[in-house]
């Protein structure tokens, strides 16, 4: 069993986002750890190992994704009892998805050809 064998949804329209890669993978497991509280606290460490990168490419994304608008991050702090206080994990909130731009959903299709196989002889076994 995986986590639990858990699932989670997220909108197709992501895909008309301009995302990286790491942007979308980061967004992602964020959504998932958030599930439908919208709300979710994991260190960068941590979104680092299940997205498989570097905790600087994490912290990269996850500005990016703020800067976007995908999210909305909060800096949390434990205060102790001699009055001190030290950050703890960021709280990510799950904005919803900002609007799209019409010329991206108008946008025609792209439109292919396709190319026969001049090969003159078959391929290898």
Do not use: H
Request: net charge positive.
């Amino acid at each position: 069993m995986v986590l639990g064998e858990r699932f989670y949804q997220m909108s197709n329209a992501i895909f008309y986002y301009d995302l990286t890669p790491t942007e979308f993978m980061v967004y992602s497991y964020l959504v998932s750890c958030a599930g439908q509280k919208g709300v979710c606290w994991p260190s960068i460490g941590k979104i680092a190992v299940n997205c498989n990168c570097s905790e600087n490419t994490a912290r990269k994304a996850v500005t990016a994704l703020v800067k976007k608008r995908f999210i909305r991050r909060v800096a949390t702090y434990e205060d102790w009892q001699d009055g001190r206080s030290r950050q703890t994990n960021n709280t990510y909130y799950i904005l919803d998805l900002p609007q799209i731009q019409s010329s991206v959903v108008s946008a025609p299709p792209k439109k292919y050809r396709q190319v026969e196989n001049v090969a003159s002889s078959p391929p290898p076994p």
